[in-house]
């Protein structure tokens, strides 16, 4: 019998990021960096400007911060216990928006959190390759988890079967995140989250739409 398959985000669902991207940019660029929404370059400002930084600008410092500063992030709470549960009896993938180069030290970082499993790295909406791993696992019930609400649309899209959970789990952004429309169920903590999963591999039934 085919396994259930779970995918999952990373940043802000298995290990904290804005809140020790938000550090560096204090202590290395002498930016201001306010948490609370996914517009993340209107939340950045260079210190004693009130201009927030251009979205060009805000990639480039993202791509300063990963690889490079990775080492500063932290275990979200009850990720790794609700991972380690759920694989006993589910596959799992990591779906990771990180550019390809970045793809060993995720797997290094996540192995240095006691979690290890696949992880892939991608760029762009991730219904295309939720679609894909779907396939490739054989079409088994399939749980995906993120953060950001166009990803959740993306799937929804591309793979309408998959159950789409949303998850935010930074508290300082959660509130300034809605629940996004397409997604089945919004849950911000991993202890609810893994009942959540498992109820949904126990009916082994699809979703619909």
Same mark, same amino acid.
């Given at each position: ?7 999952? *985000? ?21 930016? *201001?960096?306010?948490? &609370?929404? /996914? ?21 480039? !410092? ?28 589910? *596959? ?32 762009? &909406?991730? &219904? ?8 490739? !696992? ?20 591309? @793979? ?35 009942? /959540?999963? @498992? ?11």
């Amino acid at each position: 019998m085919t396994r259930p398959l779970l995918i999952s *985000d990373c940043d802000e669902v298995l290990l904290h990021m804005v809140r020790h991207f938000a550090v560096w940019l204090d202590e290395a660029h002498e930016i *201001d960096f306010t948490i &609370g929404s /996914w517009e993340l370059a209107k939340s950045m400002k260079r210190r004693g400007s009130d201009e927030p930084l251009t979205r060009e600008e805000m990639f480039g !410092y993202l791509g300063g911060f990963f690889p490079h500063e990775m080492h500063r992030q932290t275990l979200v709470p009850h990720a790794r216990a609700a991972l380690s549960a759920l694989a006993e009896r589910a *596959d799992i993938v990591i779906l990771t928006n990180l550019e390809d180069h970045c793809r060993t030290h995720r797997i290094d970082q996540l192995a240095g959190h006691g979690i290890a499993h696949r992880v892939e790295c991608n760029q762009g &909406g991730k &219904g295309a390759p939720v679609a894909r791993l779907v396939a490739e !696992y054989g079409h088994p019930v399939t749980v995906f988890v993120d953060d950001l609400p166009h990803h959740h649309e993306s799937v929804a899209r591309a @793979a309408p079967d998959v159950w789409r959970l949303h998850m935010v789990a930074e508290p300082e952004l959660s509130p300034g995140v809605p629940p996004s429309p397409h997604a089945h169920a919004r849950i911000d903590d991993w202890q609810d989250a893994q009942a /959540w999963i @498992a109820a949904r591999f126990d009916a082994g039934i699809a979703a619909e739409g």
